[in-house]
């Protein structure tokens, strides 16, 4: 599968943003997706995935509360609404894509996805 993701812009902290993530192919809906994202001179880390269904999803504390995952197989896209943003958010924000398997609880590293989008770029300014 092939992402493109899209959205990111310039933003004030305590302001609002939704990264979208576009996929080609019609197996969309088989593949946990993620949202990653490398801050300047630091590592990648992972910020959120998202099952199957939006039932299913998972979080960086750092996210937590105030981010939301979510998927919609009809159009192929996976979004990130960011809320509340904080300098601390600035970053380059990937989104991944990773097939599904059943002994496998949780999708937050990066060697568990094999498909990832080129990144889009945010900063929160203060």
């Known amino acids: 599968v092939q992402l493109q993701a899209s959205g990111g812009g310039v933003v004030q902290a305590g302001g609002s943003l939704r990264l979208s993530c576009a996929a080609s192919?019609?197996?969309?809906?088989?593949?946990?997706l993620g949202w990653f994202r490398q801050a300047p001179e630091k590592e990648r880390e992972f910020v959120a995935s998202?099952?199957?269904?939006?039932?299913?999803?998972d979080y960086a504390p750092s996210a937590k509360g105030r981010f939301t995952i979510s998927r919609d197989n009809a159009r192929n896209t996976v979004y990130l609404q960011m809320g509340n943003l904080i300098p601390e958010d600035t970053a380059l924000y990937y989104c991944?894509?990773?097939?599904?398997?059943?002994?496998?609880?949780?999708?937050?590293?990066?060697?568990?996805?094999?498909?990832w989008g080129q990144g889009t770029l945010v900063t929160v300014s203060s």
């Open positions: 998202v099952g199957r269904s939006d039932s299913t999803t």
């Open positions: 192919g019609r197996t969309f809906s088989i593949y946990q």
């Open positions: 991944a894509a990773a097939t599904i398997k059943p002994v496998v609880a949780s999708y937050t590293r990066e060697a568990q996805y094999t498909s």
